[in-house]
Nanobody
Framework: QVDLVESGGGLVQAGGSLRLSCAAS????????MGWFRQAPGKEREFVAA?????????DYAESVKGRFTISRDNAKNTVYLQMASLKLEDTANYYCAAKRVATTRRWDEYDYWGQGTQVTVSS
């Protein structure tokens, strides 16, 4: 059974920081590219960031978070992280991690496994 479990969400003031974690089990973690997506109420799920498999040498970011968010992975811990800084009100959403064999993509429907999400709320 494959499980992706996100943690680290919460309430933070605008301008603040949070680090999300996603712990994976049931997969050979290094083989999978990992992605972060988010969904706000009434909006479609949107791509946030992705990191390539194995060493994670390739990363990709949505324009809206570029320069503020950093994705990383620790294969020894089967965990992917999303460090979020300079948070804005519009970053409020439920954040999901996802795993995809081989290559990264921005398309959420190409990911194989999903976590249940962690809520991030940015207040003014």
């Amino acid at each position: 059974q494959v499980d992706l479990v996100e943690s680290g969400g919460g309430l933070v003031q605008a301008g603040g920081s949070l680090r999300l974690s996603c712990a994976a089990s049931g997969i050979t973690f290094g083989v999978y590219a990992m992605g972060w997506f988010r969904q706000a109420p009434g909006k479609e799920r949107e791509f946030v960031a992705a990191i390539s498999r194995w060493s994670g040498g390739n990363t990709d970011y949505a324009e809206s978070v570029k320069g503020r968010f950093t994705i990383s992975r620790d294969n020894a811990k089967n965990t992917v992280y999303l460090q979020m800084a300079s948070l804005k009100l519009e970053d409020t959403a439920n954040y999901y991690c996802a795993a995809k064999r081989v290559a990264t993509t921005r398309r959420w429907d190409e990911y194989d496994y999903w976590g249940q999400g962690t809520q991030v709320t940015v207040s003014s």
